[in-house]
């Protein structure tokens, strides 16, 4: 993506830029790229002496903009490559109602207890072998209270 | 009515060595069983006069917490519209655990429901008696339910000497125990029979266990569906420092009643107000303690299968069996592990 600058222009925005300000005592810094000053002629009165040379601190910002940018859009991509496999590893069992109720599937992990139960869609269920048939029951049953023993 | 103790019937499993004696009786509304495991047949005397002390002992705690009994100290303090209300140690410690497993379940066991209760339960007018005096809050009391659900509690207890407490209450708070007392019942009764070897409390479904080293216990899950069918049976071991368990099974199938708008149960949404709309049938877990285990089950009766699995999987529960309303069998995968 190209970055475009405003083209004209504006001395408020160069005053604003930090180091020296320009002053009497000092050459006005010119506008024209590349021309710092008035040219030096030999015998002449040794002009002032330019200013140090300086960047242009707009190509400095757009490249620090640039990085930013760059950075929150590498952490934000890490983020999201995160918190996939986290999503998917999960997703072993899980049931068609909750895979259809919204975008975001409620994960469920559950295992048949009873043999012959149908799996739900897409075969996401998995089913452990059921306990043997017991040829009695067990001496102790928890059951709903109020339920007849 | 008094309990009949006499030692259990042969080990049914190599997973059972020791000797038992039971204590069998009816109470809150049910069943209730002590089972004690001792080391020999020498031992089962002491066994049987230790499990009908202890029955006579829920018995008694049950009388306290229960709200089928206008003298009950649930009951008077219902009705007891002073500001902050006095409760009796039994009570107290009954609530404390209540106040806790609403902030485990997320609220959704909630131990103030009792209007909601009843109101489901009203094929016929609703027993006055039964109802706290100021039972005509109407919408202000849904509004402040509301509000309650979204902010802080209503209601604590301030404690005071010798167990007891002070209840302190928003306007319309009235306590229905139930199944939350039926689970801390089983697991004070079990602490009773330390003594001994192993003991199981059954109060009415909801099972307090302790297991002895190279003893085990044998529980099946009821089948709702079919009388003395059995949808799992798990298989409790003992450790070298003890092993405690609890077991408890909730479900919308046993307390039935036909309403003016269609079946009502009795597990009520705490969300809603209304009997939980829920496609699980019947819930068993199996927790670290009876208590936790009736919390849980409650839960996820009420929540619906889909999210109960989810939350169960998270829960610190051993395990979980869920009946759903389209005859499925279902368990979260750590359950299997306990299972015969």
Known sequence: MSIRTDPTARPAAVAAVPGPAASPQRPARSLTPGVLGAPSVPGARPAARPAPRRPDPTITRLAVAAGGIATISALLAAIASAAVPAATAAAAPTTGSAAASGPIPTIVKYVYVQPGQATPSAGLATVVAPPAPRTMPAPVVTSQSGAKP | ?340
Request: charged share 20%; hydrophobic share 50%.
């Open chain 2, 1 to 340: 009515m008094i309990g009949a103790t006499a030692p259990a019937a042969a080990p049914t499993s190599p997973a059972v060595t020791l000797p038992r004696a039971v204590n069998r009786s009816r109470a809150m509304g049910g069943r209730l069983g002590v089972h004690v495991a001792v080391a020999d047949d020498a031992a089962l005397a002491a066994a049987e006069l230790d499990a009908a002390h202890v029955a006579a002992r829920v018995r008694a705690w049950a009388g306290r917490l229960t709200r089928h009994d206008a003298a009950s100290d649930l009951m008077r303090t219902n009705a007891d519209l002073r500001g902050a209300a006095p409760v009796r140690p039994t009570l107290a410690a009954a609530l404390r655990w209540a106040a806790v497993a609403t902030e485990l379940t997320g609220g959704i066991v909630d131990a103030t429901l009792l209007r909601e209760r009843l109101a489901a339960e009203a094929t016929t007018p609703v027993d006055k008696s039964m109802m706290p005096a100021d039972a005509a809050l109407g919408p202000s009391y849904v509004s402040a339910r509301a509000s309650r659900l979204a902010s802080r509690p209503a209601w604590r207890l301030e404690a005071v000497r010798h167990g007891g407490a002070l209840l302190h209450r928003d306007p319309g708070v009235a306590f229905d125990l139930d199944g939350v007392a039926k689970g801390w019942i089983a697991d004070r009764a079990l602490a009773l029979l330390d003594r001994h070897p192993g003991a199981l409390v059954d109060a009415d479904g909801d099972l307090a266990i302790r297991s002895a080293e190279g003893d085990a216990w044998e529980v099946g899950v009821a089948d709702p569906r079919t009388p003395g069918a059995e949808l799992a049976v798990f298989v409790l071991p003992g450790a070298t420092l003890g092993a405690r368990y609890g077991l408890a099974t909730s479900g919308i199938s046993v307390h039935r009643w036909a309403g003016p708008d269609g079946e009502r149960h009795h597990l009520i949404d705490p969300r809603t107000g209304r009997a939980a709309a829920t496609d699980v049938v019947q819930a068993t877990v199996l927790a670290g303690s009876a208590r936790a285990a009736e919390a849980w089950a409650k839960t996820a009766v009420v929540l619906g299968l889909v999210a109960a699995l989810d939350v169960l999987d998270r829960a610190p529960i051993l395990g979980a069996i869920l009946l759903a309303a389209d005859g499925r069998v279902l368990a979260v995968p750590r359950t299997t592990r306990w299972l015969a």
